[in-house]
Structures are given as C-alpha cells and as structure tokens.
C-alpha cells in the first residue's frame, strides 16, 4: 500500500471518533481512504467535512475538547492555512494526531516533496515525528495517539511523511489486528479539559503574562518528558508488534564508523543502501536517522556523533537565515562544544520532489573521507558533490 | 518552585479571569425611568457585562471596561458614560 493508505489504515485501527480534513496534493488519497472506511462500514467515526484547513483543525479542536479521538491530515499550503489552530492546539495541550505528507512550500508553484511545510512548524509546539517508510508510518499513527494522550505529556502529535516519494509508493506493509492494537492503545480519556454542559468552564481566557508563563513552563516541560515517553512507547511497541523504531533516533552501522551521516524522513531508506556500499568498500561510515525533530534528541545526537570525526548532514529543506538545512542547524546546536575537533558538512537537496539518489550520497561519503578543505554547505544539484 | 495555578492548559472551570473592569475610566449609568428594556444593550456588550434586573439593565461594573457601546446603541438614550476619579 502507498504511504497515504498506511496513514489511514492506522488512524482507523485506533478507532478515532472524529475526522476532517480538507483535501491537498499529495495528502488527497489519505481523506479518500478514510471517506471509503466510513461509507463501507469498517470505521465508525463522523466525518467533517470542512470549508478550509483552517477550520478543520479548529473543528477537530472542539472535538477534542468534547472528549473524541481525531485524526486529520494536510500538506503544504494546507499546513500553513493552518498555522493559527495550529499553535492553539498544542497550546491547548489537546491530544490528536495529524498526518503531514510533507510537500514543498510555494512560490513557486509546486505540488511535489519537500519538508519545508513541517519543519518550518518545528516551534509550533507539537511532537513532529519524520518517517522513512510506509510501515513506520502506520506503526507512528498508532504509537502517536499513545505518546500524545499519556497523562504525562498531553501534546498533539504530527506524523509526517515525504510526498509522493512515501505518500503514493507502494510497498508491502503489515497492519495488525484491531485485538493487537486494542490491546496496546486503551480508549481515549481525557480527565484534563473535558467540556460537559452540566459543568461550564472556560476555555482560553484573557490570561495574565504569570500565568501565561506557567503555561507555556508546563508546555516546555512536557515536550521535554516526551523524549522518555517516545522512547517507552516504542519498546512497548516492539514487544507487541515485533517491530520497533529506536524511539527518537535510529542508529544504523554506527559501531566503530569515523564518518556519520544524518538523515531525516525518506532519505534515510537510500542512505542506508549506500552505507552498505561503502561499507562493502571498507569506508567506515555508519548513518544516524532523526525521527522526532521536536523534540529533538539532543543527548542521544551527542551521545551518537561521540566518536565519529566527520558528521554530514542531508537536509530536504532550508533554513532560512543560517544558510543551511534545519536538521543540520539542530544538530550543530545539539553538539555544541562537542563539536570541536569535528568536521561538520551539510549537504541541501531533494526539494521540489527532486531526488537525493544512492550516487549522490556515496559521493558525499567519499567527499567525507577526503581530507581537503571544502564548503560547509553543498546544494545538490547546484554544487559538484 | 512556586506555581500559581494546578491547570495544564488554559481550560477548566474556576480559572483566573482577568477583571476588566479595572480598565474602565468612564462607567455606563442607566436611568431606570428611561430604560425601556428592549435588551439592545445585552446583546451588544462585548465583555458579556450587562445584567438584567426587575425593571431595567445594568452593567456588572467587574467586567465592563466602559467601552460605551451600551450607551451607543440605546434607543432610549437611557445610559450615560460618566468619568471615574480614582481617589
């Protein structure tokens, strides 16, 4: 199944009571599948049916309230008509899950992959979890409801995907049993906000900035509480499901490697394929896959980048002002001082639904084992890598 | 560590609740024999302030921030926005 179908699949097995959604390339098929799942009877939820991403998500957002498990999806430009219910949820501390099939933003005009509708939300307040393929994708939907309504954290939660490069490729995918996800993800309540007509309370007063503070101290707090949480959940979920993600990051052939790469989102799939060239070739080289830019793990990027001498960064997306990608930006911060001594490189590419291919990376492993000076950032494509 | 409120987020019941009416310089005074109680005042206060009695409306002078848009809007020009002086 493609990567949309994945997404939906695993939102109906954690039998959500609400859906909107607004249909947007690449994300379209996903709403398709979940209007099929209602009208054939295998997903018993009310389907909204809005005007604009704006009020879907402020729709979801009284629904959640009400006491209902939503789901929704977007992409791009839908993202950003989103941007105002966006932060409101997160900082309402209202669990739901949303799916991004990640697309380019525009100008100009474009319908193709890219992160940059996501990440330019990484400080929107959500857990943002970045997939690398259509399994992950359907397993993140069902560890997602379980990270997002865990009493300890209470945070919305974005399942984002490559599009078209995972939202409409089609590859094999298990989907568990309603018992086994039954089993694993309990129904959802939520004791915290609940509105109940025969108990007015007040939602969003005019709040005074001490306590405005308090909140978004409370906010800060659990966003950090849900580095632990992400990782309890994936044990949890291996344990069930006999298959599992690392939580925050995954460390793929890094045991005794002096180069690393780091990737997030789809490339991560290619990467490895290429580190398993150049490990034929006897190149050192291992690759470190970022699953939650928010939050992000910043101790396990230390603790990972520890021993290796030169770090290269694969960005499908840009950070504007810094001149680099986000996830390089992030991981710079991360290190720090422990960046000293180490080569740090950046390489941009795979925007607009252009591809970062197997070539490409071997040739930024091969500019990694070379001991020339070179730029901190190469744009593929408009760089020689 | 001190917090000042057990509330995760800004929804509850008994949550603080910023009195606007320590804003107001100038107060709505109805004159009752005026008032005609066609509720036009009610449904235009944008804080929610104003309270019906027995024979006329008032503002809840907690919450009014003496906008005037009560007084505006009153038919009967029944209401009068009057200056306060802090003493």
């Known amino acids: 199944m493609d990567g949309n179908m994945a997404a939906a699949y695993g939102a109906m097995l954690c039998r959500p009571t609400v859906l909107s959604a607004y249909p947007i390339t690449p994300q379209t098929p996903l709403v398709e599948y979940l209007a099929n799942f209602i009208a054939d009877g295998l997903l018993d939820a009310e389907m909204i049916e809005a005007e604009s991403e704006h009020t879907v998500l402020s729709a979801l957002q009284g629904a959640c309230l009400a006491g209902g498990r939503v789901f929704t999806g977007t992409s791009s430009q839908g993202l950003a008509l989103m941007y105002e219910p966006y932060i409101r949820t997160s900082t309402l501390r209202l669990p739901m899950v949303m799916a991004i099939a990640n697309r380019e933003v525009i100008s100009p005009q474009s319908v193709w992959g890219g992160q940059q509708d996501a990440v330019t939300l990484r400080d929107g307040g959500w857990i943002q979890v970045y997939c690398e393929n259509n399994q992950e994708i359907l397993d993140s939907v069902i560890m997602g409801y379980k990270i997002a309504e865990d009493p300890e954290i209470l945070l919305p939660l974005n399942v984002c995907y490559d599009g078209f490069y995972l939202s409409h490729m089609s590859e094999g995918v298990d989907v568990p049993s309603q018992k086994l996800v039954d089993r694993f993800l309990p129904p959802f309540k939520i004791d915290h906000i609940k509105l109940d007509p025969e108990e007015p309370m007040a939602v969003d007063p005019l709040t005074p900035g001490d306590l405005l503070t308090e909140y978004r101290f409370k906010h800060v707090m659990a966003m950090e509480r849900a580095k632990k949480v992400i990782e309890r959940v994936d044990h949890e979920f291996r344990a069930r499901f006999k298959r599992g993600y690392g939580g925050l990051i995954e460390a793929y052939r890094t045991e005794d490697a002096d180069l690393l790469l780091v990737t997030m989102g789809s490339p991560s799939g290619t990467a490895r394929v290429a580190v398993d060239l150049a490990r034929d070739q006897g190149i050192p080289v291992g690759l470190l896959k970022i699953r939650t830019l928010r939050p992000f793990p910043v101790e396990k990027v230390v603790e990972a980048v520890d021993s290796k001498r030169v770090i290269a960064v694969i960005d499908r997306n840009v950070c504007f002002g810094w001149g680099t990608g986000v996830v390089f930006m992030e991981v710079r911060s991360a290190l720090g001082a422990n960046a000293d001594g180490k080569r740090l490189l950046n390489f941009v590419g795979g925007l607009g639904g252009s591809d970062i291919t197997v070539d490409h990376i071997l040739g930024i492993i091969r500019k990694m084992g070379r001991d020339v000076e070179m730029r901190q950032v190469t744009w593929l494509g408009i760089h020689d890598v | ?87």
């Open chain 2, 1 to 87: 560590m001190a917090l000042k409120t057990p509330f995760e987020a800004p929804v509850g019941k008994d949550l603080y609740v910023v009195k606007t009416g320590e804003w107001r310089f100038q107060k709505p005074v109805v004159k009752k024999e005026k008032c005609t109680r066609c509720g036009i005042c009610f449904i235009f206060c944008p804080t929610n302030s104003i309270r019906e009695r027995e024979d006329f409306y008032e503002a809840d002078l907690e919450t009014c921030k003496g906008c005037g848009i009560c007084a505006n809007e009153c038919h009967a020009v029944a209401i009068t926005m009057e200056v306060e002086r802090k003493e």
